[in-house]
C-alpha cells in the first residue's frame, strides 16, 4: 500500500492506495499533531511500502512524521517547492516559500490540462495561475470562509453554510445574522474567485481551465461563473505526478482526476470584466 499524506496547519488528510491495482482503499482526516499514532491518526503502518507527504504545517510537525515514518516504512516522499518540476517554472522569487501544496496543486493541473488556474478553498483560498508552456505567475491568498466567519467573532464560526444550497439563495440578503454573515463571506469569496480569474486571463490573453480543490470547493464552485471541475484529490494528484510508483502513474494517470470543461472564449471573459466594473 501507499500512504499520501496533505498536512495542513490545522487538518491532516490521507488516504490509502493499493500499489498493485492503483484502486483507492480508503482515506481520512485528522488534526495536524506533532505525534501521530498508527493506527489511530493515520493507518496501521504493517500494510504500507511507501510514504508521500505534502505539508504545510510547522517543520517541527513535518519532522516528527519524518522520523517517524522512516523507522516504520522503507520509503518516504517529502514533497517541496522548488525552482522547476515536471515542466512549470515557479513563480515565486523565491520558490522555496510558496505553499507546497499550492505547488502540488499547479503540477497537477498542468498535467492534466496544461496552462491552469488551480483554486484551493481550505483554510485560506488561494488562486495559482499556469500559462501554456508551463510558467507559474504566482498567485493571490485570501481568508477562507470560515476564516472570515471566526474573524467576525458573531457566535456563527460553527454554523458551516450548507454546500447543498444553491448559488442564488446564498447571494441574496440574510434575514437572519447567521444568513447575513454567511451570505457575505459567500459573496465575498465567490467574487473574489471570478474576477481574479477573469482579470488574469484578460492580462495574459488566454482563457485557462480552471480547477477546485479544498475543503469548501463544492460550496464555493456554486458561486463560479467559469467553466470548472471540483478535483478533491489533486495535491494527491501532484504527489503522484512528483513521485509515480504504480503503473498507472508512471502513464500519467492522475487519481480521481475530472473531466475539465473547456474554458469560454476571451471575448465573453472580457464582456463579463467589462460588465462588473460597470457595476
Known amino acids: 500500500m501507499i500512504l499520501d499524506l496533505d498536512i495542513g496547519n490545522t487538518l491532516s488528510k490521507w488516504r490509502l492506495k493499493d500499489s498493485n491495482s492503483s484502486e483507492i482503499r480508503s482515506r481520512g482526516a485528522v488534526w ?6 498508527p493506527g489511530a491518526d493515520i493507518p496501521d503502518l504493517d500494510v504500507v511500502e511507501a510514504v508521500r507527504i505534502s505539508s504545510v504545517a510547522r517543520r517541527a510537525v513535518l519532522d516528527e512524521t519524518v522520523a517517524l515514518l522512516r523507522r516504520r516504512v522503507g520509503t518516504v516522499h517529502v514533497a517541496r517547492s522548488t525552482h522547476e518540476a515536471l515542466g512549470v517554472s515557479n513563480g515565486y522569487e523565491e520558490p522555496a516559500r510558496l505553499g ?23 483554510s485560506a483560498i488561494t488562486i495559482d495561475f ?18 472570515m466567519k471566526e474573524s467576525l467573532k458573531l457566535g456563527t464560526r460553527n454554523v458551516a453554510i450548507d454546500p447543498d444550497s444553491e448559488a442564488e439563495e446564498l447571494l441574496e440578503p440574510g434575514r437572519r445574522t447567521v444568513e447575513a454573515v454567511n451570505h457575505g463571506i459567500y459573496m465575498a469569496a465567490v467574487s473574489a474567485v471570478n474576477r481574479i480569474y477573469s482579470e488574469v486571463c484578460e492580462q495574459q490573453e488566454v482563457a485557462l481551465p480552471l480547477l477546485l480543490t479544498g475543503g469548501d470547493a463544492r460550496v464555493v464552485s456554486r458561486g463560479v461563473q467559469a467553466p470548472h471541475a471540483v478535483w478533491p484529490d489533486m495535491v494527491y494528484g501532484g504527489l503522484e505526478a512528483c513521485f509515480p510508483l504504480t503503473a498507472s502513474e508512471r502513464a500519467g494517470r492522475l487519481s480521481g482526476a475530472p473531466e475539465v470543461p473547456a474554458p469560454v472564449a476571451m471575448e465573453k471573459i472580457r464582456a463579463a470584466l467589462a460588465f462588473s466594473m460597470l457595476l
Open 32 to 37: 495536524t499533531r506533532e505525534e501521530w499514532r
Open 100 to 122: 507546497v501544496d499550492r505547488w502540488m496543486g499547479a503540477l497537477a493541473g498542468y498535467q492534466l490540462v496544461g496552462g491552469c488556474c488551480a483554486v484551493d478553498c481550505g
Open 130 to 147: 499556469v500559462l501554456p508552456g508551463g510558467r507559474h505567475l504566482g498567485g493571490y491568498i485570501l481568508p477562507g470562509l470560515r476564516l
